[in-house]
């Protein structure tokens, strides 16, 4: 006996399908110029992307606000993390310089193996992260003398417990920019994160590795000399011409810019850290337990 197909006597029913909703739009396309930023400075603040602080502050004041706690815990967020903004990496702070140059000067002896120049400074009670060293350089040599190129050596040199001597420590090497013909502001980064220390004596140092008799680099300074100035307290200039075993003093200004970024303080870490606990007994208190959609 063949049994009826009872598919074809009692069809399935078709459910009706769940509508979908539009996708949110991402907080690129809702906000014109968003931009991540890569925080890249040690063990204070590990290598994450940092998508939209500000953004994300906003938020969190939203979320907070609920409820009759809400105007306490928001500020007490917005108020840590008014502090980490303050610390942008897009808002460097000039540590010392004495850029923009007006007009170049050249000195009478190229950088190299045995020439090499310095410069000290002494950081005041706030520590920095390095963002970038920037030099007024050229390559090629003097006018009608042209040599090179020669690729700059910058480092940052420790304290050698004298005044007027760089240390022998290097503390950070720094990647060199593609060579430019001509004249040009160079802009060198650390090779890794390095904090500048409160209260520390620093010396920036520049050489090459060519011979004083081919090499074409030369640290030019302004026609009208200017005292470099900062957050950082100027100690002075040095060179040496027996490739930095003996040093002596220098009266001219070298054209250059340290640029950092503000290390936040630990209360105002704190302080964050406090708001997010807040948040987390927030939630915890929530029926669910869910932050709302």
Not at 51 to 76: H, I, Y
Request: aromatic letters at 8%.
């Amino acid at each position: 006996m063949n049994c009826p197909d009872m598919s074809q006597i009692y069809p399935s029913p078709t459910l009706p399908s769940r509508p979908r909703l539009p996708a949110r739009p991402s907080e690129a396309a809702r906000k014109p110029g968003f931009e991540t930023r890569i925080l890249t400075h040690g063990t204070l603040f590990p290598v994450a992307a940092r998508a939209s602080l500000s953004t994300a502050l906003r938020f969190a004041r939203n979320l907070l606000m609920r409820g009759p706690l809400g105007p306490v815990r928001s500020a007490v967020v917005l108020v840590a993390g008014a502090a980490l903004l303050a610390s942008d990496p897009a808002q460097a702070t000039i540590i010392l310089g004495n850029l923009p140059n007006t007009g170049d000067n050249f000195s009478t002896s190229a950088l190299s193996t045995s020439n090499h120049k310095a410069v000290s400074f002494t950081m005041g009670s706030q520590a920095y992260f390095l963002e970038s060293i920037v030099l007024r350089l050229t390559r090629d040599g003097l006018a009608g003398i042209p040599k090179g190129p020669t690729t700059p050596i910058l480092e940052l040199r420790a304290d050698s417990g004298d005044l007027l001597e760089p240390g022998g420590t290097v503390l950070a090497d720094f990647t060199a920019p593609a060579d430019v013909a001509g004249i040009d502001n160079e802009v060198f980064t650390p090779d890794s994160p390095f904090t500048l220390l409160p209260d520390t004596l620093y010396w920036i140092l520049v050489r090459s590795e060519i011979s004083q008799t081919d090499s074409g680099l030369y640290w030019t300074a302004s026609t009208t000399a200017q005292t470099p100035s900062g957050i950082a307290a100027f100690g002075a200039y040095r060179s040496s011409m027996d490739g930095g075993t003996v040093w002596g003093p220098s009266t001219f200004l070298n054209s250059f810019q340290i640029n950092g970024q503000a290390v936040p303080e630990p209360s105002s870490l704190a302080l964050l850290a406090l708001g997010l606990l807040s948040m987390g007994v927030w939630r915890r208190r929530r029926p669910g337990g869910d932050f709302p959609g």
